[in-house]
C-alpha cells in the first residue's frame, strides 16, 4: 500500500487548521468584542472641582513633594511611582517609619472612572483618599495642621494656592481638590492592544489574539476586568485573601459575598506592577494565571466565577502573551522639583 497521500489532501486537511488559527482577529464575535474595548471620550471632572490647567500643575507639583511625610523624605510618587504602573515594586507598601503597611500600593491609572476606591471601596472619591496617607501613622504620619503649616512657609505654594483657588489661606478642602485633579489626569496611555482594538490588526501578536479569545471566553476574565480600563469597580473574594484578611467584609460584616472581597483593579500597564494582589502575595504574571488556572481558596465568599479553568500550557501562553499588550511605552512624565 501506498502510504504517501496526494499534497491536495494534505492541504485539505491542514489549510483549514491553519486558517482557523491565524485569522482569530477576524471572526465577527471578535472583531464586536474588540469594539468594546476603546477607550472612552473625556476624563470626568466633578462639578465641585472642575479641571483648570494650573489646579492640575499644583497637583502635581504637591503629588511629588515629600513635604507631605513627618521625615519629608517620601512623597505621594515614592510609592505610586510613574514608572512603575503607578505602584512601587513592593508586595507591601513601606510608610516614612519603614515600616510595612498591610497593603500593596494600588495603581492610580484611571481612578477617575471609579466611584469607590481603596482595596476595600472605603473612599467615594480621590479627594476623599487624600488625607489618609497624610495623616495615617504607619503612612507619611503627619497632622492636618503640621502639613497646612508647612505649605504656608512656602512663598510658592502661598501664591499658587491664592492663583488656583482665589484664597489668601492655604486649606486642607483645596490641598485635597489640587491633588484630586491631578490625580483624575494619569490616564492609561496607549498601548499595542488599544491600536488593535482600533482596527490594526497588526499590533499584536497571533497569541495575543487568542489570549484575547480567552480572557472573554473559557478564562472568564472579563466577567470582571471588564471594558477598556478592565475592571467592574466593583468587590469580589478570588481565593486569594488568608484567614482574617476581610477586606470590603469589614464594612459590611453579615455579607458573605463580601468577606475577603477586594477591589478588581485595573490591568492597565500591569507587566509594571509585579507583585500583585492586595497583599503583594503572588510574584509574577504566570503565577496569577496559575493561580486563576487553579481556583484559590474555596469558601462561601469565593466568586461563583471563580473555579478550576482547566488551562493548557498554551492556553496559559497566550494569555500571557495578550496581558502583556496592555502595557504602553509612555514617554517618562517630567516631575517638577520641589519649589524651594
Ligand atoms: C507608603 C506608600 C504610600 C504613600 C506615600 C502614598 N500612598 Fe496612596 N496608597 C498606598 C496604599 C498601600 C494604598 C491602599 C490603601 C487602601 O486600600 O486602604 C493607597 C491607595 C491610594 C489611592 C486609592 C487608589 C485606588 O485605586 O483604590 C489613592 C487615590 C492614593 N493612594 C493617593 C495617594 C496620594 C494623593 C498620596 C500622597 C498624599 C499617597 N497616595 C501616598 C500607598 C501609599
Ligand atoms: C470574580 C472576578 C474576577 C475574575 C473572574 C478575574 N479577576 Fe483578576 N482580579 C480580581 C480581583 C478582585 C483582584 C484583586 C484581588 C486581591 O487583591 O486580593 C484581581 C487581581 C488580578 C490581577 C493582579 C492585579 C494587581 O494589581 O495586583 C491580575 C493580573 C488579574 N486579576 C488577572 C486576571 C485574569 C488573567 C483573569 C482570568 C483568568 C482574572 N483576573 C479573572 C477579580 C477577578
Redesign the pocket.
Known amino acids: 500500500m501506498n502510504w504517501k497521500l496526494p499534497l491536495g489532501l494534505v492541504l485539505c486537511v491542514l489549510l483549514p487548521l491553519s486558517v482557523a488559527a491565524s485569522a482569530v482577529d477576524d471572526t465577527p464575535d471578535i472583531i464586536a468584542l474588540r469594539a468594546k474595548y476603546l477607550p472612552p471620550g473625556a476624563i470626568p471632572y466633578p462639578d465641585d472641582n472642575p479641571y483648570s490647567a494650573a489646579k492640575a500643575q499644583l497637583g502635581k507639583t504637591l503629588f511629588f513633594d515629600p513635604i507631605f511625610s513627618s521625615s519629608g523624605t517620601l512623597s505621594c510618587g515614592s510609592c505610586h511611582k510613574p514608572d512603575r504602573g503607578w505602584e512601587d515594586g513592593l508586595s507591601l507598601a513601606v510608610g516614612d517609619s519603614r515600616q510595612a503597611l498591610k497593603l500593596k500600593t494600588?495603581?492610580l491609572i484611571d481612578d477617575a472612572w471609579l466611584d469607590r476606591l481603596g482595596?476595600d471601596g472605603r473612599f467615594v472619591s480621590l479627594e476623599a483618599v487624600t488625607f489618609a496617607p497624610i495623616t495615617g501613622k504607619q503612612n507619611m504620619n503627619m497632622s492636618e495642621a503640621g502639613v497646612i503649616a508647612r505649605l504656608s512657609s512656602i512663598p510658592e505654594y502661598v501664591h499658587d494656592f491664592k492663583t488656583v483657588f482665589d484664597d489668601a489661606t492655604i486649606s486642607r478642602k483645596h490641598i485635597e481638590m489640587a491633588l484630586a485633579t491631578y490625580e483624575r489626569s494619569i490616564v492609561a496611555a496607549q498601548a499595542p492592544f488599544d491600536r488593535w482594538a482600533a482596527g490594526d490588526d497588526a499590533a499584536i501578536s497571533q497569541a495575543a489574539k487568542r489570549g484575547f479569545a480567552i480572557?472573554n471566553g473559557k478564562?472568564?476574565?472579563a466577567?470582571?476586568?471588564s471594558g477598556w480600563a478592565f475592571t467592574d469597580g466593583s468587590?469580589?473574594d478570588?481565593g486569594?485573601?488568608k484567614d482574617g484578611d476581610v477586606g470590603r467584609g469589614r464594612l459590611f460584616p453579615t455579607s458573605v459575598k463580601l468577606q475577603h472581597a477586594?477591589?478588581?483593579?485595573t490591568?492597565r500597564d500591569?507587566a509594571l506592577?509585579a507583585p500583585?494582589?492586595?497583599d503583594g502575595s503572588v510574584p509574577t504574571?504566570e503565577a496569577?494565571?496559575d493561580l486563576?488556572d487553579k481556583g484559590g481558596i474555596a469558601r462561601p465568599s469565593r466568586?461563583e466565577?471563580?473555579k478550576p479553568?482547566g488551562l493548557t500550557a498554551q492556553e496559559k501562553a497566550d494569555?500571557l502573551a495578550f496581558?502583556n499588550t496592555l502595557t504602553s511605552r509612555a514617554q517618562p512624565i517630567d516631575i517638577p522639583a520641589p519649589p524651594r
Do not use: D, N, Q
Open positions: 494600588p495603581s482595596w480572557f478564562g472568564r476574565c466577567e470582571c476586568h468587590f469580589h478570588i486569594v485573601a477586594f477591589k478588581t483593579p490591568l500591569v506592577r500583585y494582589m492586595h504574571l496569577v494565571i486563576y466568586s466565577v471563580i479553568l494569555l496581558l
